[in-house]
C-alpha cells in the first residue's frame, strides 16, 4: 500500500465535514450549525456545530496530512511535527502567511464537533455518535514543534471500523478543485463493493453539496469535476447523462474495466514556454514565489496579458496578491475574468491625486513663505538704513512714538527699555520707521512728461 494512503471511515466521506465555498465560510465567524436531515422525517439527521469559521478544502488537506501523520505512528492521539514539514507535505508555501494558515486551520477543528444521529452506519446498523475532531493543539516554546492532539473517540472511530475506504493523499492535492475533491470522496465510498452507479442529479447536488439546483446546471458542473477525477486518480470514471423526463437527470456513473496501456482519455499538453517579454516577465516576477512556475497559472496569466494587455493583469496580480486566501489561481482567474482590481486601482489614483494635490499646496505655500522672508528681509534692511539715515531727535521721535504703543504690562522709562532693547518694542520701532519710509516715497512728485506744443504749418 502507497504511504500516502489515508483511512477514513465511510460515514465521513458519505457526509461533508467542509465547506466548498470559501467566501461563504469566511462569512460565519462566530459560529455555525449544519444539518443534512433524513428525508422520511424519522428526525434522524447529520449535524456539524462550530463557534469560528467552518472547515474548506484547504483544511481538509491540512487535516489528511496530519491524519496521515497519526496513521504512520500506529494512530497516536498525540503527534508532534514542524509546521515546516506539514506545509511541505501538503504542498503549500511555507511563507508566514501560510504558517498562519496552519494554526488557523487547526483552530477550526478544534472548534468542529460532529453528530451523527442515528445516521452512522456501522455496516450493519446505524448508531447515534457525537464526537470533535481536535481536541487540543499548540506550539512547543523551546523546539518550536506543532503538537496536535486528536480526539480519542474519532481516532479510535477510524482507527477499529471495518467499514471504510483508503484516500490517496497525494492524489486529493492534485485535484485543487474542490467540487472535485467532495465528488472524489463521494464516488471512492460508493465504488467500493460496485461498478455502475446511478443517482438522480438533484439528489447528488444535495449530498455534494452544491449551490445549483437545476439539472442543466448542476451537470455543467459535475462533468468536468469527472474529468479532472479520470486525470488526476486512479478512479477511473466515465459518466452519462439519462434524461427520465423534461427538466430531470439521471446520471450513471461507471467504473473502467482495468487494461493495459489504454489510450488515455485527455492529451497532454504540451510544457509551457516562457515568452520573450520583458514585460510578461515582470508580471510573473509579481506573482507569490512559489507559483512562479506553475504551468496552469503562467497560462492564465498569458492569455490575460494577450487580450488586456500588461496595466490590466499586474492590477489584477496586485489585487489577487492583497485578498486571495486558499486557492490563488481560482481567486486571480476571478479578479482577471470581473476585473476586480478597477476599485483598488481607482482608490490608488485618487490617493495619488490627493497627494499630488497636497504636494502643490505645500510648494505653493513655501514659496508664498519665501517671497514673504524675501520682502520681510529687505524691508529690515531699509529700516536699517533710515534708522542710521536720521538726525538724533527724529530716531528719538521714533522711539517715544513705539514707547506710546507698548502695552502697560511692559510699559517702564524710556531709558531702561532702550537698554533692555526689548523685541516688541524693536518690533514698533520698525513698524513706524517703515510707514515714513512708505509715506515719503508716496510723497515723492511724479515726473512729468514734457508738453510739446503743436505748430501749425
Not at 307 to 312: P, S
Request: aromatic share 10%; proline share 5%; charged share 35%.
Amino acid at each position: 500500500m502507497s504511504k500516502a494512503m489515508v483511512k477514513q471511515d465511510i460515514n465521513l466521506l458519505e457526509y461533508p465535514l467542509w465547506f466548498q465555498d470559501e467566501c461563504e465560510a469566511k462569512k460565519t465567524e462566530t459560529g455555525f450549525v449544519w444539518k443534512i436531515a433524513k428525508e422520511d422525517g424519522s428526525g434522524k439527521e447529520f449535524v456539524l456545530k462550530t463557534s469560528f469559521k467552518p472547515p474548506v478544502k484547504t483544511d481538509l488537506i491540512f487535516l489528511l496530512s496530519l491524519m496521515l501523520e497519526s496513521q504512520k505512528h500506529s494512530w497516536k492521539d498525540e503527534i508532534r511535527i514542524s509546521r515546516y514539514q506539514v506545509l511541505k507535505n501538503c504542498g503549500l508555501g511555507t511563507d508566514a502567511r501560510w504558517y498562519d494558515r496552519l494554526e488557523e486551520s487547526l483552530e477550526r477543528w478544534e472548534e468542529v464537533s460532529l453528530e451523527f444521529n442515528g445516521v452512522f452506519y456501522t455496516g450493519q446498523e446505524y448508531k447515534t455518535l457525537h464526537f470533535g475532531i481536535v481536541d487540543s493543539w499548540g506550539i512547543d516554546e523551546k523546539t518550536k514543534l506543532l503538537r496536535v492532539r486528536f480526539s480519542p473517540e474519532y481516532l479510535s472511530m477510524i482507527k477499529e471500523t471495518p467499514y471504510y475506504r483508503y484516500l490517496n493523499f497525494d492524489q486529493v492535492k492534485k485535484l485543487r478543485s474542490p467540487l472535485a475533491t467532495r465528488l472524489y470522496q463521494l464516488l471512492v465510498k460508493t465504488f467500493k463493493s460496485r461498478d455502475h452507479w446511478e443517482i438522480d442529479s438533484i439528489l447528488l447536488a444535495g449530498k455534494i453539496p452544491m449551490k445549483q439546483r437545476f439539472p442543466a446546471q448542476i451537470a455543467l458542473k459535475i462533468h468536468p469535476a469527472v474529468r479532472r477525477i479520470h486525470k488526476y486518480t486512479d478512479l477511473k470514471i466515465t459518466l452519462e447523462e439519462r434524461k427520465k423526463e423534461r427538466g430531470k437527470i439521471v446520471f450513471v456513473f461507471r467504473k473502467e474495466a482495468s487494461a493495459p496501456k489504454a489510450k488515455p482519455l485527455f492529451k497532454e499538453t504540451k510544457s509551457f514556454v516562457m515568452p520573450e517579454s520583458d514585460e510578461f516577465k515582470k508580471l510573473v516576477a509579481m506573482l507569490p514565489r512559489e507559483r512562479q512556475r506553475q504551468k496552469t497559472l503562467l497560462e492564465i496569466v498569458l492569455s490575460a496579458f494577450n487580450e488586456k494587455g500588461f496595466d490590466f493583469v499586474a492590477w489584477n496580480i496586485r489585487y489577487a496578491n492583497e485578498k486571495a486566501r486558499g486557492n490563488y489561481p481560482a481567486y486571480l482567474l476571478k479578479s482577471l475574468r470581473g476585473n476586480f482590481a478597477e476599485v483598488m486601482r481607482e482608490e490608488v489614483e485618487i490617493r495619488q491625486a490627493n497627494d499630488s494635490k497636497q504636494h502643490e499646496e505645500a510648494k505653493t505655500r513655501q514659496i508664498k513663505l519665501t517671497e514673504a522672508q524675501a520682502k520681510e528681509s529687505q524691508e529690515s534692511a531699509r529700516v536699517q538704513e533710515y534708522l542710521k539715515s536720521i538726525p538724533p531727535a527724529e530716531l528719538e521721535s521714533i522711539e517715544m512714538e513705539a514707547h506710546a504703543k507698548l502695552p502697560s504690562f511692559l510699559k517702564k522709562p524710556i531709558e531702561k527699555v532702550r537698554k533692555e532693547n526689548h523685541i516688541s518694542f524693536r518690533c514698533f520701532i520698525r513698524s513706524i520707521a517703515l510707514k515714513r519710509i512708505k509715506a515719503m516715497e508716496t510723497a515723492k512728485p511724479t515726473p512729468q512728461q514734457p508738453i510739446v506744443a503743436e505748430v501749425a504749418e
